[in-house]
């Protein structure tokens, strides 16, 4: 892969429950927007979380909203990361002016009501 390309993986969908969007390769300076749905109504909060392409590297928390809220991004994602928060079981991401490393895996997760 050359540094001019940025690879956003997005997993399969977490549990029965999520669709996530797919796999996606985003050229550094351009945008992407990641979607997750979940079809029950019982979630709660929805999250995007980043796994970094370094080895040993932490998963961190990017985003998370619950139904109806604005979005509460993490601080270092901030500056280039947008959200509107959850409505009707869905959260987006939009990554302005992709970065190399922003380069890792992304996936969405959900906290049920219990």
């Known amino acids: 892969m050359d540094s001019h390309r940025l690879l956003v993986a997005i997993l399969l969908p977490v549990g029965w429950a999520l669709q996530q969007s797919p796999d996606t390769v985003v050229r550094v300076g ?3 927007t990641l979607e997750c749905s979940a079809s029950a109504k019982n979630y709660i909060h929805l999250y995007w979380y980043k796994l970094p392409v370094e080895k040993n590297a932490r ?5 998370y909203s619950m139904e ?3 979005a509460d991004i993490e601080k270092e994602f901030q500056n280039r990361f947008q959200s509107n928060g959850t ?3 869905h959260l987006s991401v939009k990554i302005d002016h992709a970065l190399l490393n922003d380069t890792g895996t992304y996936f969405c997760a ?3 009501a219990q």
């Open 30 to 32: 351009d945008s992407v």
């Open 59 to 63: 998963m961190q928390l990017v985003v």
């Open 68 to 70: 109806g809220r604005k």
């Open 87 to 89: 409505k009707n079981n």
């Open 110 to 112: 959900e906290q049920d």
